[in-house]
């Protein structure tokens, strides 16, 4: 069955760093685009990040340029998000997410096929 498992996440202090996986597994990553998306309690989700599926077009969400970085290893199926300078503010779930058909947002929830499971992220001091 086709998935995508996500790692990582978890606690951190504001102004640390975590760090986010997704694995594919059955679904061969390089034939997709693949998003960071989060969700706050009480909150839509919304997009972090996007990148292609071959790395050369990235995209952010302004509230999280020069502080997030989305990377993706096509040979080993992961796509990776790096998290720096956290704030209390990005304390949500965060998901992964793949799109097969190329995304004319790529920041929207609807452009997307198969969803990791989801992991906590909470900031605070």
């Known amino acids: 069955q086709s998935q995508l498992v996500q790692s990582g996440g978890g606690a951190e202090q504001p102004g640390g760093s975590l760090t986010l996986s997704c694995a594919a597994f059955d679904l061969t990553l390089e034939d997709f685009h693949m998003g960071w998306f989060r969700q706050a309690p009480g909150k839509e989700r919304e997009g972090v990040a996007w990148i292609d599926n071959n790395g050369d077009t990235i995209e952010y969400a302004d509230f999280v340029k020069g502080r997030f970085t989305i990377s993706r290893d096509n040979a080993k199926n992961i796509v990776t998000l790096q998290m720096n300078s956290l704030e209390p503010e990005d304390t949500a779930v965060y998901y992964c997410?793949?799109?097969?058909?190329?995304?004319?947002?790529?920041?929207?929830?609807?452009?997307?096929?198969?969803w990791g499971q989801g992991t906590q992220v909470t900031v605070s001091s």
């Open positions: 997410a793949a799109s097969f058909r190329t995304p004319d947002y790529g920041l929207r929830t609807d452009e997307y096929d198969y």
